[in-house]
């Protein structure tokens, strides 16, 4: 946001100038905040260079300019130009405003303020492309198929809520989650459904924690009508963050309102979990997603290859499906390198090319390594409760399992520092850096450290592969 010059007309309409904002302050903040912070405000005058904008209350705008004051000025000033400015103006209901704000308002704490308004759209975060339609039924998948269908047609009114969905990596979990929001929305467009990971979920409580802005990001997901959250498995060991999703579990579960959950194992397998949520993914449907059996595998195959454009022989097909057997994501992996093997290299798909392409994918196989798979073999190697890595204790042991788990953590995942620490205990980011470089520099002079490091990589790969 480095430009000084005028990217707008200032004649030009001020819903215009103000969509163009926030096209930008999207880019720059978390939706939950963009959804809580920029959707309610409303513009209401373009007077030269300076844009009225209407929002609820004047709590509200002292807010924005503790928090968003900064990028609210350098977005002005790049959709107006370096005069652009922006002036707040108080509107408590839909007439005209009555208060203009030029002075600081005492500080108050902020009420929450509705995500929608009749110029925006709500953000579900859903992918439009994952539907019951181009989800591949089989026998590994077939009973979560039809009640993620079941909870689309009534969602909320089923004895299916909450839907938890479980399975292995790649099986199609998360399309199955995503297509019964799709649906419920092509029914109802009105209804509030959102998606999202619990990574997102747990960042976005850490950053209401920090902001003093709990209240807002508890009732946000409480006003939801269908709540969707992937990867439960992950708030495991995050206390706090238990206790705020038990309380919005809760009220939505008590006012009807459907929540669809998907974790890698069943609810009575996550250890580390409090028992009362245990207890609650347990009082509507748990059902599995297994691994594609062969005939699923072809019509996978056979599916995705129409999407492209291209048919393959059965020989094909089948060979394909005989050696990529452990989930769809890698099915569909060797289906794109197939094709892409054979654009580069001018060849026609044939079994020839299956067979090298299968090959090349085998051998070249990545590692899954999760932070929680880390964390397990870290503690099963110094002999430790994986809950100790998670308190806030000095202990030796403690501490230096702690540090080997986030210096792995860090070298063989793809988590932000933010998420790494998240998952032992809501650490700072600072703290994996301190000890990412602190196992770096033992490995340098500590032989011992240095074999400790090689046997736990050993046993990762060993695991994983």
């Not at 019509?299 to 097909?317: H, R, V």
């Not at 989930?327 to 067979?355: H, V, W, Y």
């Not at 702690?402 to 063989?412: G, T």
């Not at 995942?413 to 602190?438: E, M, N, P, Q």
Request: hydrophobic letters at 35%; glycine letters at 4%; one cysteine or more.
């Amino acid at each position: 946001m480095s430009q000084n010059f005028s990217t707008v007309d200032t004649s030009s309409d001020p819903k215009i100038i103000w969509k163009e904002c926030l096209n930008i302050i999207r880019e720059n903040v978390p939706f939950l905040t963009y959804n809580t912070w920029f959707l309610p405000i409303k513009p209401y005058e373009l007077d030269n260079f300076n844009l009225k904008i209407s929002v609820p209350n004047d709590y509200f705008v002292e807010w924005i300019e503790e928090h968003f004051n900064t990028l609210l000025n350098k977005t002005i000033k790049q959709v107006l130009g370096e005069e652009g400015r922006i002036t707040y103006i108080i509107s408590e209901d839909d007439d005209e405003p009555i208060i203009n704000i030029t002075q600081t308002i005492p500080e108050k704490s902020p009420s929450i303020q509705s995500a929608e308004t009749k110029e925006e759209k709500f953000e579900t975060n859903l992918n439009p492309k994952y539907l019951f339609e181009n989800f591949i039924k089989g026998e590994g998948n077939q009973l979560a198929r039809a009640a993620a269908y079941a909870v689309s047609e009534n969602p909320g009114q089923t004895s299916f809520n909450p839907l938890f969905i479980y399975g292995g990596v790649g099986l199609g979990k998360t399309h199955l989650i995503h297509a019964i929001g799709n649906k419920i929305l092509e029914k109802d467009p009105s209804k509030k459904v959102i998606y999202l990971s619990t990574d997102v979920f747990t960042v976005e409580f850490v950053e209401a924690i920090q902001s003093n802005s709990v209240n807002d990001f508890s009732n946000y997901y409480k006003s939801m009508d269908t709540l969707i959250i992937d990867d439960i498995q992950f708030l495991i060991g995050k206390e706090r963050t238990q206790d705020y999703f038990f309380h919005i579990f809760n009220t939505l579960h008590q006012s009807g309102r459907q929540i669809i959950l998907s974790s890698d194992k069943p609810p009575k397998e996550l250890k580390g979990l409090n028992e009362r949520l245990i207890s609650r993914f347990q009082w509507g449907l748990t059902t599995d997603i297994q691994p594609p059996d062969f005939e699923t595998r072809i019509a996978i195959l056979k599916n995705k290859s129409e999407t492209f454009g291209i048919k393959l022989t059965p020989d094909i097909l089948e060979y394909i499906a005989t050696n990529i057997v452990s989930n769809i994501r890698e099915l569909e992996g060797c289906l794109i390198k197939l094709l892409a093997n054979a654009s580069l290299n001018g060849r026609k798909i044939d079994l020839e090319l299956a067979r090298k392409t299968v090959k090349e994918i085998s051998s070249s196989k990545k590692i899954n390594i999760s932070i929680d798979y880390i964390t397990k073999v870290v503690c099963e190697y110094f002999d430790l409760d994986e809950n100790k890595l998670r308190e806030k204790t000095r202990k030796k042991e403690i501490v230096e399992a702690r540090q080997i788990a986030m210096y792995l953590s860090k070298e063989l995942t793809k988590s932000s520092l933010k998420t790494i620490g998240l998952h032992f205990g809501g650490r700072d980011h600072s703290t994996v850096l301190h000890a990412h470089k602190a196992v770096e520099t033992g490995l340098n002079e500590d032989i011992k450290l240095k074999e400790c490091i090689s046997s736990i990589k050993n046993s990762l790969e060993m695991g994983a592969s």
